[in-house]
Antibody
Framework: QVTLQESGPALVKPTQTLTLTCSFS??????????VSWVRQPPGKALEWLGRIDWDDERFYSTSLRTRLTISKGTSKNQVVLTMTNLDQADTGTYYC????????????WGQGTHVTVSS | DIQLTQSPPSLSASVGDTVRITCRAS??????LNWYQQKPGRAPKLLIF???SLQTGVPSRFSGYRSGSDFILTINNLQPEDFATYYC?????????FGQGTKLEI
């Protein structure tokens, strides 16, 4: 049974750094082709792909956010960590992690999402 | 980056109708195009992957196909639970961009 769950602070001040953790079970990120992505959604707006980490430890990022994002494997082999620097109110929204078994397959399992508010 | 343009942005329909949502890619790509359904307060749900493959457990009234640079999601015999927002996403090349969404309303 595949599950993913995001965790992290609900409130962050402007200019601070956000760290979110995606804890997953039921699959291995080391399996050939596997990938975990981060996606966010501002209130009332569309989904925005942030980045992903692949089974071979390759990372890819949104073009507009690449200077602020880092995706890494966590201390546990079943965790992926998203770090976003220099937060702004425009970064308020729900952040999801999702897994995909390969480029052909889409993201078939998602976490429930964690809402982050950027406010002083 | 590959840009995905969805149309229409919103759509009104009735139970039993057939609707089509289009996603146009800004450049040639393989058929690594996925469709998701999202309801308010919920995570997206994968409906279709690789343009036309139905995800396990998704009703057969959902289908997808490709016509050149256009990818089309068709929903036949609309059911009350189908009223939601639909997104396309390409997984052909990073960044794996999403379309802007289509809100399907009664």
């Amino acid at each position: 049974q595949v599950t993913l769950q995001e965790s992290g602070p609900a409130l962050v001040k402007p200019t601070q750094t956000l760290t979110l953790t995606c804890s997953f079970s039921g699959f291995s990120l080391s399996s050939d082709g596997m990938r975990v992505s981060w996606v966010r959604q501002p209130p009332g707006k569309a989904l925005e792909w942030l980045g992903r980490i692949d089974w071979d430890d390759e990372r890819f990022y949104s073009t507009s956010l690449r200077t602020r994002l880092t995706i890494s494997k966590g201390t546990s082999k079943n965790q992926v960590v998203l770090t976003m620097t220099n937060l702004d109110q425009a970064d308020t929204g729900t952040y999801y992690c999702a897994r995909s078994p390969g480029s052909r397959y889409g993201s078939d399992f998602w976490g429930q999402g964690t809402h982050v508010t950027v406010s002083s | 980056d590959i840009q995905l343009t969805q149309s229409p942005p919103s759509l009104s329909a009735s139970v039993g109708d057939t609707v089509r949502i289009t996603c146009r890619a800004s450049q040639t790509m393989r058929s690594f195009l996925n469709w998701y359904q999202q309801k308010p307060g919920r995570a997206p749900k994968l409906l279709i992957f690789a343009a036309s493959s139905l995800q396990t457990g998704v009703p057969s009234r959902f289908s997808g196909y490709r016509s050149g640079s256009d990818f089309i999601l068709t929903i036949n015999n609309l059911q009350p639970e189908d009223f939601a927002t639909y997104y396309c996403q390409q997984s052909y090349s990073a960044p794996n961009t999403f379309g802007q969404g289509t809100k399907l309303e009664i």
